[in-house]
């Protein structure tokens, strides 16, 4: 059965995990701002997955309990599988406004049973069944999970070994008879606090890496674990204000994301998916990057799609919504939305089963990279376009605290108006929302999240058969009758 | 059954058309030098279409005569069919580095097929039965066909009717029992003299405009017609020649287009299609766009293959395709290629039946412009790219024809090597062809044709549904729990 | 003599404004943490103007009352005073990260030296020698001076007198025999309360408008002002922060823009400089956009150094500053400081006394607007390169808080450690401080300030000849020996 | 006595070079139309020399011999010598549309002026009075000069020594008594051909490489000299035409480079200006690149003025010239003109002398290299704008030669008619001149022309001092009160 939101705010309930954001140690999830807004989107997840209207976007039938589960722990088995998930991304974002917090566990599940399924046709036969057995117990519940992917990593110039200290990459500290004993971090981890559990799984490691070839499953608030959430501008703006309601994103609010702290966590064996075995780790990091990136473009979508709204919002009010240039400005911004969106979506058809015989299917890497590639820089148009919009109250705009004073009110009420039959709060409020958007670090987090630009580069640079194209050029340049 | 080129070749030597190149007489269609290039392409049509392991891409069964037919005569009736024009373009572009000249012919048909349909289920009932009667000639004998769509037009400020001359735009000057008779010209005629025949439909015309609402089908070197081909620096280069094995692409030559004269034409009423019905112009307009705009995309994707393939030989005779900043030109030429191509896909794959009950499918229209926008602007990335990688012999290189003398062809050859283990005759023959694509005109025409980017953009604009993105982003602006 | 910062922390001491943050008052300026930021960014304006080392750029010489003024007060008098006052704006954010907040004013002063002798000239006399008289009292104290210049508009498409309230364009609703009284509102006016003066001049208005023609000097905390201060992320982040050094520029904060309304605000006659010469206002906002613009682009270069070195800085603390990828980031990030600079230096090399006879010297519109437009491309280009560069950390560190627990501290140090000779806690900081310029509202402000961009590009259009390039081309195209 | 075009002409008369074009021997420099078009063009740089208008830009005094001389001779002495010669290279390309042909000697005379010095400086004295002698004597003719710089190189990725043919540096394979032996080639000489005399100078060598580290003077045809000229497409069309008033450039035609190489080619001593100082290239690289570079920007400036004229005068022409969208296009234009522009004439002003003490003045390298870097990104968005405004008949258009057949004429005046008070003929030629421009190699030119933009990049990196911005950053970001 699928989850509802109910259930969910009912586990978080008992979650205590130690963690601290702006110097303070958050006392209870449900309450403090920073994390009620990450909490409100994974609820959206579940609400969503409840609404006959999405179901087939939000929710799949899981081959091993039969159940119908959301489909963010869903393994793909299917080029629909893999278009669904794009939908689900783009309509989370839209309905959000931001992460949606599950989708990084999506990736790592899926990674996973690519993995296990690779180690056990090896003759590695330990994992894979594991596995198996911890997504049934995922896929009843159906759990919110999270990845845990990035190493803080120290200097880059150097391998694991050779910085200055060795949990600068999460290690194996020890294998017991019952489990494994963790230590290092994970960086950059969006709403990790807010889901059931993390999905832990390795980089790409060499021989002799052995000790960062790790893949497990840990629950929200393990023992030793410490989260350490970002501070960002809008992040300290939360944290202080006394009316979310006057914030650019009032429930849902930013990507908020943690640097999760191990302090010699303990795994049982049979959380464990991946312990030493590094000839797996670049399968299992391609697998994710193949199911994960493809999402970034529908993601970065969804923002567009609420850019273009609360544009065309402001333009009309400023009265300027037909103006040719402003047109031009709607373009910049649907084409940016809509060619992430396409090259995502072909990732998604072109997708294939990985392993062959797995059953699970990735989406084409080439296209993934592209979508990811097309969005980083389309972002940044968005933006452009947007502020062209909006002019100048997007970054001028006073606070809406002001209007709960009556002389104060009938000023800026007076004075911010635009269309006079367009509501002046509405405008107020629509500023300040195209401004969390706009101005602010979303344009940043779409260029560096879901990993570096050079590497994706590169990776569209190696899938790309040149050889092939050579022949092609060749064939016609030196051709004759 | 499927055409062969030898049949297309026989039909070719039996049309005398009135042509002028370069202020000549062509004498002869099939050695003209500046003709022959594109004879070789629209044969090569047929040649691939007969090759078993292009089946599927280049040919479909009518359901007309039960043939298997070229697919460039292929009324679309599924996503499918969409998807492998698509694939048929690219694949004909990465064969010949050329237009295969029957693009817009398809397009031209399928427009036709839906426009008359239209007609009909109106009740205007004689067009339809007409067309497919028609239809059913080219599938019998697998002709081919070019489109006639974009008249002179003159001052773009006014209608057809305040221009100083009525004939600025192609239109019937009289209707008589047999037939119409026709007075103007078409403009941008790619490939024209060498089809079978040019299926002429009209851009969108108002209450008024009757004249100018004429579709129908006229044969190559119908009584009254002149044809008057382009003449860029490449078009005289070629008829220059001696040896057009020293030319940049020796058998297929550029995009050759021509202005198409009418001079009192007549055509008779069974090869008419639309003879004044202004109220459907408009419906014809928006199916030739839906199905030839997505085409644009591929089109450009197969020349950027071609671009591609040349840029790596170039870089490796360089010695410098592992260099960083030429890996990164790389990325862009593959990033642009494969950006245009997803948003056609795109288009094929949300493609739709117009008008409903018809069986003919059309692209998506806003993913088909945006893959028409990101072609123009991807190409001129892909030749900075290209000139990066080449340097500058890319356009210093001396002509082959020196290599004809065997002192010169000692100087040249011992001067211009690159890497030692690759021929310097294959090097210069390279340089000639990457700068065949990208110091050239083919920017331009990509830029332009298939349409102002002006109006695409706006029908970008207008098929986007901004009020329910305003929804979606009020939702959240003004959401609270 | 050049003014102290002590004596302007003098002054402000007495101001105590009508101003509103956040939804509260003000209490005191120079505590009060969203003022005490644009203070000492004004004092700094002082602090640089004693410091011997930069006597030419922050100080001139004025010639009305011989003292050493700061070159903020100073009426342009030639080629190199123009040039010095953009290296003065360059200097300025170089050393304190954010906009100094009297720039406006002197392009206000040196607008009405210009408009006010134009009038002279033509023989409306009253107003030059007032205005000559003002600057002297400027200049002898040497007051900080602010521009009060764009009213809120309302609605876009229609005129003043059409909007629905008459109010939306700052006007003169009263004239007495000792002064005018002014009722309505400027908006994105940056640190107007932070300054000892406004100067309040009037955009473009036709025959019919005179109300609207008013210029004027009107002191900080006037009478009838009410300020209402922008309430961005940072801003709320400031406010809410118990320890300003972990903030992003701990001294000088973000850009302060506000509201400032006039409710019946009296001045007095020897305070105005305008009042109902609509025929004089065009000359006004031309000679405002020539001394004005041309700085947008050495100020946003001067926060694309402070960028600059961030990213060199953590580019060194991640390994990566070497790394080709990264240098071609660097490259971008010097490309755009130095592109815009460039336009602007020739901007004011160009400059011309305007009107003629008037002594007073502007800087060329055209290169004017082009400095601008690209200040705004190029600091969306920074942005991308500073992302790249600084990776993830840029928008997921936790707060600098943090480590005031000792235990907390040990965690972070240790995991966010980068190269290991690099402070960590250096590390954070940088990363907060390039967060505060390329994940926040910079970039918005950099697009928006100074005007809308289409209305710049179509100043560059009209100040073109292009009937002297029309003529030129025709010379070469119908060219003959 | 500055030269006349006359003198120029009776020069080269005596001119029989060694030369080949398209594979023929050119028989007559005068006459063949691939060097006609270079030797107008060298011709033209005399004409305006003796045009008093224009004597400020185009002429200089020699401090040597007193004489008035073209500056393309003079070695800059001043700032104002390095800001005129960016004014003549933006006015001989507006007046040409094609390159002067002695640009680059000019740069090599400077580059060598202070190579020589700088050696004299050392103690190494013969080659600085030998060269000051050589400048007397082209000073008292007012010979034209070409500079011989860049050798084909073969693989680049190996160093001179290590190639499989080490004459593909030029090398000195030979020291007499009364002179030097030169073997191997230059690349990429634009109008080597039609100039009097040939600038040699060295790339950078490292020691070991003494035999490339040569300088010398060569005249036009030396024995033993070989030119082959490059053969574009426009090339070609100029070969064969029977009408130059045809073609898109009728006098100058595009830029003419060529391969110049040199079979045991002997300079005597008073010619030779460096002779195995490899200690010395360096400096003799960087001068010819201060001196050179800067000038690329103004060079694709003028042709940017010519396209944007000759955009007005099409869109006029298509009636559309008042259309937003063109308008905007305009703006484009002008903004690449004049960004390129700006860079460089602050290039020029921020120059200085080098070596100190020579009296040689040479631009700023930074800015030099932002002038041709935003030139190469500058043409390719000229190009757009231009093929967006021009429409379809850009490269559509038939030839001309038409038109001297009546009934042809007829027909083409007919159909291709714009705005009916403009004449077709001047549309047709307009649309062919553009085509020259912006569907031709001159993007790809202007990207490659001057050197690889990757080391351009890198010397922009170097030439930036990266610790002095992070300086910057940390007083900030570090900063308390």
Redesign the interface.
């Known amino acids: 059965m699928v989850g509802t939101k109910e259930q969910y705010f009912e586990r978080v309930k008992g979650y205590k995990p130690e963690a ?5 140690r958050i006392k209870d999830l449900l309450t403090d701002p920073n994390t009620r807004t990450i909490i ?1 989107t994974v609820a959206k997840t579940y609400e969503l997955a409840c609404d006959p209207r999405f179901e087939r976007i939000m929710t799949a039938e899981s081959p091993w309990t039969g159940d119908r589960i959301s489909r963010l722990n869903h393994i793909a088995g299917s080029i629909e599988d893999l278009e669904m998930r794009l939908e689900l991304t783009r309509l989370m974002t ?4 931001t992460c949606c917090g599950r989708c990084g566990g999506c990736s790592g599940l899926n990674a996973l049973a690519a993995t296990t399924y690779a180690m056990k046709k090896d003759g590695i036969g330990e994992y894979h069944g594991r596995f198996i057995d911890y997504l049934k117990f995922i896929h009843r519940h159906d759990l919110s999970c999270h990845a845990a992917t ?1 190493s ?1 990593k ?5 391998p694991p070994s050779e910085q ?2 060795l ?2 990459h999460l290690r194996i500290i020890e294998k017991r008879r019952d489990g494994i004993v963790l230590r ?2 994970k ?2 981890q969006t709403s990790a606090i807010a889901v059931d559990e993390m999905i832990v799984y390795p980089g790409s490691f060499a021989e002799g890496e052995e000790a960062y070839a790790v893949a497990c499953a840990v629950p929200n608030g393990a023992e030793g674990i ?1 989260y ?7 992040d ?2 939360r ?4 009316d979310v ?1 006057t914030l ?5 609010g930013g990507r908020q ?3 999760v ?1 191990y ?1 010699d966590v303990f795994v049982p064996w049979e959380r464990v998916f991946m312990c030493g075995e590094v000839k797996y780790t670049a399968l299992c990091l391609r697998a994710a990057r193949r199911t994960h990136i493809y999402n970034e473009g529908p993601c970065k979508a969804g923002f567009g ?6 544009s ?2 402001l333009a009309e009010s ?3 919504d037909k ?3 402003i ?2 400005d ?2 910049k911004i ?2 940016a939305n ?2 992430t ?3 995502a ?2 990732a998604a ?1 072109k997708g294939t089963e990985m392993p062959v015989g797995s059953g699970v299917f990735f989406a084409d890497e ?2 993934s990279v ?1 979508s990811k ?2 969005a ?2 389309g972002f ?1 148009e968005v ?2 376009a947007a ?2 919009i ?10 809406e ?2 209007l ?2 009556p002389g ?1 009110r009938a ?2 009420l ?7 039959d367009i509501p002046t709060e ?1 405008r107020m ?2 500023f ?2 195209l ?2 958007f ?4 979303h ?3 779409a ?3 879901g990993g ?3 590497h994706l ?2 990776a ?2 190696e899938g ?1 058969d ?16």
């Open positions: 601290f954001v702006g110097g303070e409100n839209q309905s959000t406004g990035t803080p120290g200097d880059r110039t150097k200055s200290d949990d600068l290092g971090a960086a950059h410490t350490f959430l970002q501070f960002n501008s809008d300290a703006e944290r202080a204000s006394n309601a650019g994103n009032p429930l849902y994301t943690m640097l702290v302090e799609d609420l850019i273009l709204g609360a065309k919002f400023n009265g300027l103006a040719p240039h047109l031009e709607f373009v649907i084409s809509e060619t969106y396409a090259s979506w072909v058809h080439r296209f592209l590639l097309n980083n820089e940044y933006m452009k502020a062209d909006a002019g100048g109250l997007l970054v001028t705009m006073p606070s605290m002001e709960k004073d104060r000023l800026l007076k004075y911010l108006k635009g269309r006079s509405e409020r629509m300040k929302f401004n969390h706009v101005a602010s670090p344009a940043a987090q260029w560096i999240g570096a630009p050079y580069r590169m569209l640079y790309t040149l050889e092939e194209k050579k022949r092609l050029a060749r064939s016609i340049a030196f051709g004759c009758e």
